[in-house]
């Protein structure tokens, strides 16, 4: 059965860095286009990294870009999220998700496979 499920969220200081995995069982995942998004308090979920299915196409928002990375093992179907110099705006929920058609904009209209989502915290 397709699932997916994240790990790696907890507490950090600010400036510190933190590793977020996420199994795809049941993915070939180089058919898939993934995403990693995160939702905080009070705010809209928020596409922060997308990817497509071959790599050609990468997006990272503004407030990342620099500092997260997005990186697929097709063969060990799971992806990754490296974040460091983390800071305490990007205190929120982390989700990733796939879909098998191309994405417009890394939004989450556009995914239709989700995990659960794991607690990120960065506070002193």
């Known amino acids: 059965q397709e699932r997916l499920v994240e790990s790696g969220g907890g507490l950090v200081q600010p400036g510190g860095s933190l590793r977020l995995s996420c199994a795809a069982s049941g993915f070939a995942l180089d058919y898939y286009a993934i995403g990693w998004f995160r939702q905080a308090p009070g705010k809209e979920r928020e596409g922060i990294l997308c990817i497509s299915n071959n790599d050609a196409n990468t997006h990272y928002a503004d407030s990342v870009k620099g500092r997260f990375t997005i990186s697929r093992d097709n063969a060990k179907s799971t992806v990754y999220l490296q974040m460091n110099s983390l800071k305490a705006e990007d205190t929120a929920v982390y989700y990733c998700?796939?879909?098998?058609?191309?994405?417009?904009?890394?939004?989450?209209?556009?995914?239709?496979?989700w995990g659960q989502g794991t607690q990120v915290t960065v506070s002193s």
């Open positions: 998700a796939l879909d098998e058609e191309p994405y417009y904009y890394c939004s989450p209209d556009e995914f239709d496979y």
